[in-house]
């Protein structure tokens, strides 16, 4: 195993300031949790088994939320601040040359930020290498003092609250990102103290006591755009969730950015919502007001119209989603045509050239290849045959209070409107089911099935009713005499 580099994620702060009960690295952005972010970042630079998440607060909460990363996870039990993190992880760590320190709550990380400040420590052989930024306003951050302007050493961070007149107008910030050498960081690491406000030991305290000590420290700053963004927004947390949504906003915006960039047609982007890993084929049209959520993996050629959902779905090329249609865990093969307002609910499997029509429902379904079913249906836990129709208003009464079960529909079959079948059922290829029926037993290939009361007609009905009702009506309206005896 290279033990060259780790990555540690400091990930045990509770996030007070954001008034929630939930772990602060666990509120999202673009669709999925900071830490998740932080950690898809890390993950391209090296392998998630050298990854180490240091949980505390809620620790089981955070670990179950991103354990199928592949992370590892370091506890720091009664957090007393990212100095004492440093310190929980050393035992694994310790074996490391080298271990790049991030923070859970910084989202929009870039692996590329991550791999240039690795290569900036290795090729100026520090000890210590801080990330800074110089945004517009800097208030609030503490401030990267260099020993010179045209070199990297740094000669100290001083904290806003610390800062002299003179140093005041210093931009450059410190991001609270950096790497280490660790045989002179942990040689150094217990004379961090907890003389401060919070009685915490802060990992930052380290650039001072390394540069006493004669190590190298210095600073690299961003440069460029981090996802279509200025540079220091890339390492800017949230403390509230104001600065959470403004978070939310700027990845989504670069989302959109990217996709257009690859050829995705997306009218009125500000009014979409298009999640992180959201991926689109170029040639597809996205109207206002649209959804991509989650995993969301759609093809060329697509078109999208406004107020659909679509969440956790894969649809191919030359897809049509009409106006309002929400799908979610579903499948959808080339040239399917879905909607308006069809719901596809996990499970759905709609196959090449399918048409779901306005109002149609599906769950856990299978349509093949050319299947039709055009208004007001529900098809949940069912296998519909190529070709077959499904007229409107058709139900499979898939549960029987207890249990699911199954309706199998074969090829070329034709379901008259208002059907319903009762599953357990199969209805073999090329058979007809006559409208209004229910049907309750299997119906063979090729036959024509019609399970419903038999009509009779009653001539000369309605004129009869309609007489009776007029005498009835002129009977009620003769008044009556109080005194039965006067002529």
Known sequence: ?????????????????????????????????????????????????????????????????????????????????????????REAVIGYEHILVLSG???????????????????????????????????GYGRVLRKSTDGPEVDAIVEQKALTLEQQTVREINSGIYAFKTAPLFKHLGKLTANNAHAELYLTDMAGLLCSAQERVVAFELAGAGKGTAPAAEVLGANTIAELAALDAT?????????????????????CVIDADVEVAPDTVIEPFVQLLGATRIGAECLIRSY??????????QVLLRQ???????????????????????????????????????????????AKAGHLAYLGDA??????????????????GVHKHTTRIGKGVFVGSDSTLVAPIAVEDGAYIGAGSCITKDVPAGALAVARARQFSKEGWVAARRARQASQDQKASIPVSGNRHLP
């Open 1 to 89: 195993m290279n033990l060259k580099l780790a990555v540690v994620i400091m990930a045990a702060g509770k996030g007070t300031r954001l008034k929630s009960s939930r772990p602060k690295v666990l509120h999202e952005i673009g669709g999925k949790p900071l830490l998740r972010h932080v950690i898809a970042a890390a993950g391209q630079v090296v392998d998630p088994a050298h990854i180490f998440v240091v949980v505390g607060h809620q620790a089981e909460r955070v670990k179950a939320a991103v354990a199928a990363t592949g992370v590892r996870f370091v506890e720091q039990t009664d957090p007393r601040g990212t100095g004492h993190a440093i310190q929980c992880a």
């Open 105 to 139: 709550d910084v989202p929009l990380i870039r692996p590329e930020t991550i791999s240039q400040l690795w290569q900036f420590h290795l090729a100026e052989h520090a000890a210590m290498t801080i990330l800074t930024a110089a945004p517009e306003d800097p208030t």
């Open 251 to 271: 990845l989504r915006a670069a989302t959109a950015n990217r996709l257009m960039a690859a050829g995705v047609t997306i009218f009125r982007p500000e009014t």
């Open 308 to 317: 659909t959902v679509v969440e956790n779905c894969t649809l191919g090329n």
């Open 324 to 370: 309002s249609c929400i799908l979610s865990e579903s499948t959808v093969a080339d040239g399917a045509k879905i909607g308006p307002f069809a719901h596809l609910r996990p499970g759905s499997q709609i196959g090449e050239e399918v048409h779901i029509g306005n109002f149609v429902e599906t769950k856990k379904a299978r349509l093949d290849k050319g």
């Open 383 to 400: 296998e519909v045959g190529e070709g077959s129709n499904i007229g409107a208003g058709v139900i499979t009464c898939n549960y029987d």
